[in-house]
């Protein structure tokens, strides 16, 4: 029997180094779901880029008061590229299967790899625009794909 207090469980991913970025968002209101879904999954860093309406109503509506702060902190940009600069390793989100996509990991693979990578390295988790995602040159600044 081990002793009280030995037990380690499994590693866990660094959340305060996971940010989610969102490419050219259309909808207020898919930013708020997303900053509400970042905060049930224990994320606060949201960072968007170009996006098409930042109705602040509308996104607040959608976050609930439990994400607000993460709408409140987060950051906008014009350009992917200088978002980007921050994070060591971006994981970008894809459902195309073919092109330049030579490793595509489910979301279980993804986590598995981003306990340690997450140890010394700030992530972003990129999306692309709701309506077509991300193209080969928004994924070509990626350093891994995931899909669902």
């Known amino acids: 029997m081990k002793k009280r207090g030995s037990f380690q469980g499994p590693s866990r991913v660094c959340l305060e180094r996971v940010a989610v970025v969102l490419y050219r968002p259309r909808l207020p209101e898919n930013i708020g779901a997303v900053a509400r879904a970042a905060c049930n999954m224990g994320l606060n860093r949201l960072v968007l880029v170009a996006p098409e309406d930042l109705d602040q109503e509308r996104m607040f509506r959608m976050a609930t008061g439990a994400a607000a702060h993460i709408l409140e902190s987060m950051q906008v940009h014009d350009d992917l590229a200088q978002a980007l600069e ?63």
């Open 86 to 148: 921050p994070f060591q390793y971006i994981v970008g989100a894809t459902a195309r299967l073919g092109g330049i996509r030579e490793e595509l990991l489910n979301p279980r693979e993804m986590a598995a790899r981003l306990v340690e990578v997450s140890k010394e390295n700030d992530v972003a988790l990129l999306f692309g625009p709701e309506n077509w995602g991300l193209t080969n040159r928004e994924l070509s600044l990626c350093h891994a794909l995931v899909t669902i």
